[in-house]
């Protein structure tokens, strides 16, 4: 899975596809992430001492094969390369503009 958390990423399908948003959160045992503001579903909530009950608005996860990470240097959604760095480390690299994705 080459999405983290804190990523920003493009949708690329869906009743959201074209939308832009950060991960909040991923699982990379069912291979879904969880997007802010993308793929909203609706929730009966039961009332209770701390909370009010009704319908609530909540993220739902989405395939990671539907997301691409954006490049914060040229702003383009691709999938990212692994690149071994010269002290052994593994980093993800932008395959438009080679930068380091962070």
């Known amino acids: 899975m080459n999405v983290k958390t804190k990523d920003t990423v493009l949708i690329l399908a869906g009743k959201d596809k074209g939308k832009k948003g950060e991960v909040k959160s991923v699982n990379p045992t069912k291979n879904t992430v969880v997007v802010a503001g993308v793929n909203m579903v609706s929730k009966h909530q039961k009332p209770s001492q701390n909370k009010q009950g009704g ?25 990212p390369k692994m690149q071994i760095t010269a002290d052994g480390k593994k980093t993800r690299v932008c395959r438009k503009c080679n930068e380091a994705i962070i």
């Open 55 to 79: 319908l609530v608005q909540v993220e739902a996860p989405i395939h990671a094969s539907n997301v691409a990470v954006v490049c914060q240097k040229c702003k383009k959604a691709m999938t």
